[in-house]
């Protein structure tokens, strides 16, 4: 089965720098990579997701990266704000909506 | 459009005591899943469902957990009997059958046994 690795397991950052989250992923198959933002007792909310037919997927501070050969994709978020503390998860499934497999989760805090 | 909702939030019970959860997914929403989340990690799947029938149940421990889907709506996850290793967020999503993939959570419902 699928097998998602992501790094680091906690990134500091002060307000203003950007942060970087990397996951690496086990199935050439897997062609849905979404990326999940959950806050202190809430259910993981999607913030952005990209698709194996794209390279590159940008919205407003976020953008998310895929290499298909190197099995990685990568989350960039800029202008980092203290409300972007929280906990990011990435996942990758196959089509149409089978099963998400999630990284171990990066904390993320953004410092004044 | 309202989300994934899922109750109770919170239940404590001892050990070898059963629990059930509820879920009401997204209108419209064909596909089913429930994920455990324990502490610390990422969530992973228990078990999905496409409308009322089951589409991959090999990671739910079937000696003492359960769910249906009768309707092809709501969903019950039921642990019995339960174990302190039980302990986690009990995460119910959805997302449309055909089209994308992208699926939404619910709040999650959290479960300590004791």
């Known amino acids: 089965g699928e097998n998602v690795e992501q790094h680091p397991s906690t990134l500091s950052v002060q307000e203003g720098d950007s942060a970087v989250i990397k996951c690496t992923y086990s199935d050439s198959a897997s062609n849905y990579f979404p990326w999940y933002k959950q806050e202190l007792g809430k259910g993981p909310q999607l913030i952005i997701d990209i698709r194996s037919n794209v390279g590159e997927k940008k919205d407003q501070r976020i953008a998310v990266t895929l290499n298909k050969t190197a099995k990685h994709f990568s989350l960039h978020i800029t202008e980092t704000q203290p409300e972007d503390s929280a906990v990011y998860f990435c996942a990758a499934s196959g089509v149409p909506a089978s099963k998400l497999t999630f990284g171990t989760g990066t904390r993320l805090q953004v410092t004044l | 459009e309202a989300g994934v909702a899922q109750s109770p939030r919170y239940k404590i019970i001892e050990k070898r005591q059963s629990v059930a959860f509820w879920c009401n997914p997204i209108s419209g929403h064909a596909t089913l899943y429930w994920y455990q989340q324990i502490l610390g990690q990422g969530p992973k799947l228990l078990i999905q469902f496409q409308n009322n029938g089951v589409v991959d149940d090999s990671q739910l421990p079937k000696d003492r957990f359960s769910a249906e889907r009768l309707k092809g709506v709501d969903s019950t996850l039921k642990i019995q009997p339960a174990k302190l290793e039980d302990s986690a967020v009990y995460l119910c999503?959805?997302?449309?059958?055909?089209?994308?993939?992208?699926?939404?959570f619910g709040e999650g419902s959290w479960l300590t046994v004791v």
């Open positions: 999503a959805s997302s449309l059958a055909s089209g994308g993939n992208t699926i939404y």
